[in-house]
């Protein structure tokens, strides 16, 4: 396997904590704790666009495709709307007052993972919050869909919780030791791919009511905060606070790659978010160094 670092994006003016691919892939977009959402054009390297500044740290942003509206989700102020053509502010949505950490859309609602346990469900069409859902005193973390008629959310408790569209729990587990940071599902086994502060890599098969641990994984010094599969299926992507992004065999999570400053002038500092991108498959990466980096993996 062969590493080719294609770019580096610089720009931001703090650590960034979102990424996400535009309806035309070339383009991906960021944020952070600068509270700048910025458009880059894989096409032009290093050529970055301002589309909002959110006052606050921004940990998450979801691009709506249907519309080319971005849902920022800004910590403690809410959610907002930010339409891409015009870079106009066209909705605002109050929250309660706590950290934002991801938001999903799952057919005609908005999922928001909130601190202290919280989830808000909004319907897309009217803009209003249907449902408040408390499951926990950790935050929730992140969203993974399940298909088309569950939702796994993974907890600062180190619990994964699955929940149905009627709102309700529908099972949960001890996956990590504190905090889920991310996860991923592999539909085509029924597979659930988990990440978290106990820096292991975790592979859960699903079954019903039940989740059976079938792989763990030692994978890195440090807490994992993303973990990506590429647009073939067959490589996962981990990213972590050990500075590292690692490349793994879908096939059996063989370690097949280890992406570091010293050998590929990769980041400097955590590592906190990844896309697999559909554009030239690159893998682009963020980082509490405040840059953006784009990979190519031969």
């Given at each position: 396997m062969?590493?080719?670092?294609i770019?580096?994006?610089s720009?931001h ?10 309806r035309?892939p ?29 006052e606050g740290s ?7 495709r249907?519309?080319?509206i ?10 907002h ?6 870079q106009?502010?066209v909705f ?8 934002i ?6 057919g ?9 346990g ?17 499951s926990?005193d ?9 298909g ?28 990590h030791?504190?905090?889920v940071?991310?996860?991923t599902?592999?539909e085509?086994?029924?597979?659930l791919?988990s990440?978290?502060?106990d820096?292991?890599?975790k ?19 440090y807490a ?8 073939d299926?067959q490589f ?6 050990d ?5 793994w ?25 990844l ?11 963020a ?12």
């Open positions: 062969e590493i080719q670092r770019d580096t994006f720009g003016k703090a650590p960034i904590y979102s990424l996400e691919e535009g035309e070339h383009f991906i977009y960021s944020a952070g704790s600068d509270g700048w959402v910025v458009e880059w054009n894989l096409q032009k390297p290093d050529v970055g666009k301002v589309l909002a500044h959110i921004v940990y998450c942003l979801k691009l709506d249907s519309s080319d971005f849902w920022v989700g800004q910590n403690f102020e809410g959610v709307g930010v339409q891409i053509s015009d106009s502010r605002s949505i109050a929250m309660p007052k706590k950290a950490f991801d938001i999903c859309f799952w005609n609602q908005v999922w928001v993972a909130h601190d202290h919280l989830i808000s469900v909004i319907d897309k069409e009217s803009l209003q919050i249907i449902k408040h859902i408390k926990g950790k935050s929730a973390r992140k969203f993974c869909l399940l088309q008629d569950k939702i796994a959310i993974g907890f600062s408790d180190g619990f994964i919780r699955v929940f149905n569209k009627n709102f309700e729990l529908e099972h949960a587990w001890l996956a030791e504190l905090s940071f991310s996860m599902y592999e085509s086994f029924n597979y791919l990440v978290g502060r820096a292991k890599l592979r859960w098969s699903l079954n019903g009511e039940k989740s059976y641990l079938v792989q763990e994984v030692a994978a890195h010094i994992i905060h993303d973990v990506v599969i590429s647009p299926q996962f992507a981990t990213a972590s606070m500075k590292t992004i690692k490349i065999s879908a096939n059996d999570l063989a370690l097949l790659k280890v992406i570091d400053a010293p050998r590929y002038g990769s980041h400097k500092n955590s590592v906190n978010k896309l697999w991108s559909t554009y030239q498959d690159y893998l682009v990466s980082s509490d160094d405040k840059n953006i980096s784009i990979w190519k993996i031969h």
